[in-house]
């Protein structure tokens, strides 16, 4: 019986540990806006940090704020920050729901 007392031991916390990764996931859950992924898209990826943000990701939440603009983005070419205004434009049309 002594042999078992570890392994039940463990057992219970990991229940515990694992019920409150649970809870904490479920409390502290962010919903993503689901057009931040498309603006990432229209952006080159290279994550330079060029454009003042640290990576495309950001530069992406700013754009989706309006607190920053495709021209902002250094090795993106004219072509394509025309395509991305045009994309948040089109976004911002659209109210969210
Ligand atoms: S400058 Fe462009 S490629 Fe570089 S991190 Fe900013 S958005 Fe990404």
Do not use: W
Request: net charge negative; glycine share 8%; charged share 25%.
């Amino acid at each position: 019986m002594a042999i078992l007392t570890p392994a039940l031991v463990l057992a219970a916390l990991g229940f515990v540990l694992g019920f409150l990764i649970f809870l904490v996931g479920k409390y502290f859950y962010v919903e993503e806006d689901n057009r931040l992924e498309g603006i990432v898209e229209l952006l080159p990826k290279y994550n330079c940090g060029a454009c003042g943000f640290p990576g495309c990701k950001e530069m992406a939440v700013s754009l989706l704020a309006k607190e920053a603009k495709p021209s902002q983005c250094k090795p993106m070419k004219k072509e394509d920050a025309e395509v991305l205004q045009k994309h948040l434009d089109e976004l911002f049309a659209v109210k969210p729901e």
